[in-house]
Every structure is written in C-alpha cells, then in structure tokens.
C-alpha cells in the first residue's frame, strides 16, 4: 500500500520558515515526479512547487510564480523523501500543503501543475503564518 505521509506544519509569524517533509513509503517514487499542493480555505488546491527527472544529473525544481525566491522543492531518492523549504513566509502562504506523486511523466519537462495528473496524495499538513 502506497502511502505518502507530510510533516513540518505549524504556526509562524510573517518572514519566519518552515521545512516540509513528504516521506513515501510502499513504493519508490525515483525518477517519478513529485510535487507539492495546497489548498486555502474556499480556493482550490494549487501547484506550489514540484521536480522532474532530468536523468544522470537528477532532478530539476519548479516553482509556482508566487513563491520563487522564497521556496525551495528538493528531494532524497535514498529515503524517498520530497522537501520543501518555506522561507520570507506571507500571511497569503497559510493553507493545508499536500504532497503528491504521479507515475507518468510529462513531456514538457516540467512537473504537471494539474491535480489530475497525480496518482497518490498524503494527508496534508497545515501551515498557518500570521502578520
């Protein structure tokens, strides 16, 4: 049974940080992309950031505009575990954060952004920053 388990949640102030953690168990996921979502109260759940296989040099992170320079998706292949860290966090940033996993790849060479496209979701875990 595929099970993808978040943790790293939690209550900061505006301009703290946070280190996600999204730990895959029941299959490998190497090689497969991996992102993460989240989803604000009364919004749909959108792409954050995600990582697609570029082959012998790895992978390749991506960011959603809003969190660029702020955020960083990295991953671990040896534990099967995708990051994410969360730096210069906004009030806007507060949301449940879901990790997902899918076993297609997309041809485009970027991770999808759809929620569709993706097979397995964890449980999520809340990130609320205040002002």
């Known amino acids: 049974q595929v099970q993808l388990v978040e943790s790293g949640g939690g209550s900061v102030q505006a301009g703290g940080s946070l280190r996600l953690s999204c730990a895959a168990s029941?299959?490998?996921?190497?090689?497969?992309?991996m992102a993460w979502f989240r989803q604000a109260p009364g919004k749909e759940r959108e792409f954050v950031a995600g990582?697609?296989?570029?082959?012998?040099?790895?992978?390749?992170?991506y960011q959603t505009d809003s969190v660029k320079g702020r955020f960083t998706v990295s991953r671990s292949d040896a534990k099967n575990t995708l990051y994410l860290q969360m730096d210069s966090l906004k009030s806007e940033d507060t949301a449940v954060y879901y990790c997902?996993?899918?076993?297609?790849?997309?041809?485009?060479?970027?991770?999808?952004?759809?929620?569709?496209?993706?097979?397995?979701w964890g449980q999520g875990t809340q990130v609320s920053v205040s002002s």
């Open positions: 029941g299959r490998t996921f190497m090689s497969r992309e």
């Open positions: 997902a996993a899918r076993l297609g790849r997309s041809d485009s060479g970027r991770p999808s952004y759809s929620v569709d496209e993706y097979d397995y």
């Open positions: 990582t697609v296989w570029i082959g012998s040099s790895g992978y390749r992170g």
